[in-house]
């Protein structure tokens, strides 16, 4: 359904830095690089932008966050771990939420400037 999401940036080279290392674990590339805006796209045409605002200082919103699909959870486990050596914040780590273990496999973090992001899996356990 959805298949754009916008984070704002207070520092968009620190944040091309950042998503230029977790982009490829997940098939993702740059898809454009424009003064003050950067677009990661997938192969199902699905994109990240990072930019500064319009108008005024980046900050986060409070109870925003987007969704990456992931097509393993060995992917998950991988995307979250560099995110935090990319120097992002951990919000939970990789498992299974709820209580079908073979349904949603997910991980949370923040990026450098604070945005919150899933990255999951739903199914079974990969082979």
């Known amino acids: 359904m959805i298949t754009m999401a916008r984070f704002g940036t207070r520092d968009l080279e620190c944040a091309k830095g950042f998503y230029d290392g977790i982009a490829p ?12 805006l950067v677009a ?4 199902d045409s699905a994109m990240l932008l990072i930019g500064k605002p319009f108008e ?3 900050s986060v919103g409070n109870g925003n966050q987007a969704g990456i699909q ?4 060995a992917v998950v486990d991988a995307v979250h771990a560099k995110a935090l050596e ?3 914040k951990c919000e939970g780590k990789p498992g299974i939420r709820g209580d079908d273990p073979n349904g949603f496999y997910g991980a949370y973090f923040r990026d450098l400037d604070g945005n919150k992001l899933a ?3 739903f199914g079974p356990p990969d082979a």
């Open 70 to 73: 992931a097509p393993s959870r």
């Open 56 to 58: 005024g200082e980046a």
């Open 25 to 36: 674990l997940l098939g993702a590339v740059r898809a454009y690089d424009r003064p003050g």
């Open 86 to 88: 990319l120097g992002g």
């Open 40 to 43: 990661y796209k997938s192969t």
């Open 119 to 121: 990255v999951f899996r």
